[in-house]
């Protein structure tokens, strides 16, 4: 996939599902997270999350994700999957209409999506192995702030080391003191020099939900008075 990746950088999306148990009245039950990953910048999109992923529910997230205005495919002519059932042929036939062409990978082949295989081990390893989630709402609450942190608070080896969306306006200078900002009770840590002036930072998301989803419909950090920093997550791979 290296020559068509090189080529068609910035058209390349790929999608893929991860599974997490949540605590509810009748037990542990199995919820399924679909997202988008941009191979360009590395950018994620929550497509939604369900605990029964259903031809309906994913024709809905379909048309979520192609939207002419905010969804997460815009701009993209090709979408990577993997073989699993839950794209279905209707599923696929609305994508396709929408002008992005779907790649099928071979069976049994993780090594070929590997983008998005990797934001599943970061999200796994530095927030969802690490919580025991009551509820759905939990487990939405602790995406959002992982996403939010993944985007604007962590540092990508794979891009130079550098954050995937940088704030608009940015003060220089090496005064000021350095604070830290914790999410999630700590787990996930971001460090930046504090300025003056203040600065408000806005991260815009253009995920959308099916109809009654309580996910957030964007995730967006608190104003703050800083900016630059670097993120402590235990893992800065990706």
Same mark, same amino acid.
């Given at each position: 996939?290296?020559?068509?990746?090189?080529?068609?950088?910035?058209?390349?999306?790929?999608?893929?599902?991860?599974?997490?148990?949540?605590?509810?009245?009748?037990?542990?039950?199995?919820?399924?997270?679909?997202?988008?990953?941009?191979?360009?910048?590395?950018?994620?999109?929550?497509?939604?999350?369900?605990?029964?992923?259903?031809?309906?529910?994913?024709?809905?997230?379909g048309r979520?994700?192609?939207?002419?205005?905010?969804?997460?495919?815009?701009?993209?002519?090709?979408?990577?999957?993997?073989?699993?059932?839950?794209?279905?042929?209707?599923?696929?036939?609305?994508?396709?209409?929408?002008?992005?062409?779907?790649?099928?990978?071979?069976p049994r082949?993780?090594?070929?999506?590997?983008?998005?295989?990797?934001?599943?081990?970061?999200?796994?390893?530095?927030?969802?192995? +690490?919580? #025991?989630?009551?509820?759905?709402?939990? *487990?939405? %609450?602790?995406?959002?702030?992982? &996403?939010?942190?993944?985007?604007? @608070?962590?540092?990508?080896?794979?891009?130079?080391?550098?954050?995937?969306?940088?704030?608009?306006?940015?003060?220089?200078?090496?005064?000021?003191?350095? +604070?830290? #900002?914790?999410?999630?009770?700590?787990? *996930?840590? %971001?460090?930046?020099?504090?300025? &003056?002036?203040?600065?408000?930072? @806005?991260?815009?998301d253009t995920?959308?939900?099916?109809?009654?989803?309580?996910?957030?419909?964007?995730?967006?950090?608190?104003?703050?008075?800083?900016?630059?920093?670097?993120?402590?997550?235990?893992?800065?791979?990706?």
């Amino acid at each position: 996939m290296g020559n068509l990746s090189q080529s068609h950088w910035e058209v390349l999306a790929a999608g893929d599902f991860l599974s997490v148990e949540v605590w509810t009245v009748k037990g542990l039950v199995t919820h399924y997270l679909l997202f988008v990953i941009n191979l360009a910048d590395r950018l994620v999109h929550v497509a939604g999350i369900t605990t029964n992923p259903t031809e309906t529910w994913m024709l809905q997230v379909g048309r979520n994700m192609t939207d002419a205005i905010d969804g997460a495919l815009l701009g993209k002519r090709y979408l990577i999957l993997d073989r699993d059932t839950k794209y279905s042929a209707a599923f696929r036939k609305m994508i396709g209409k929408s002008g992005t062409a779907v790649i099928r990978l071979p069976p049994r082949s993780p090594n070929l999506n590997a983008f998005a295989e990797r934001f599943v081990r970061s999200i796994k390893e530095e927030c969802l192995n +690490r919580m #025991i989630f009551v509820g759905q709402a939990s *487990l939405r %609450y602790a995406v959002g702030e992982y &996403v939010t942190h993944y985007r604007g @608070e962590r540092n990508h080896q794979g891009l130079g080391n550098r954050l995937l969306v940088v704030p608009i306006k940015r003060i220089g200078g090496q005064n000021g003191s350095i +604070r830290k #900002i914790e999410r999630l009770g700590g787990m *996930l840590n %971001y460090y930046e020099r504090c300025r &003056v002036k203040r600065v408000s930072i @806005e991260l815009s998301d253009t995920t959308t939900y099916p109809p009654g989803s309580p996910f957030p419909a964007r995730l967006r950090p608190p104003g703050r008075a800083c900016g630059g920093g670097r993120a402590e997550t235990g893992r800065t791979g990706g």
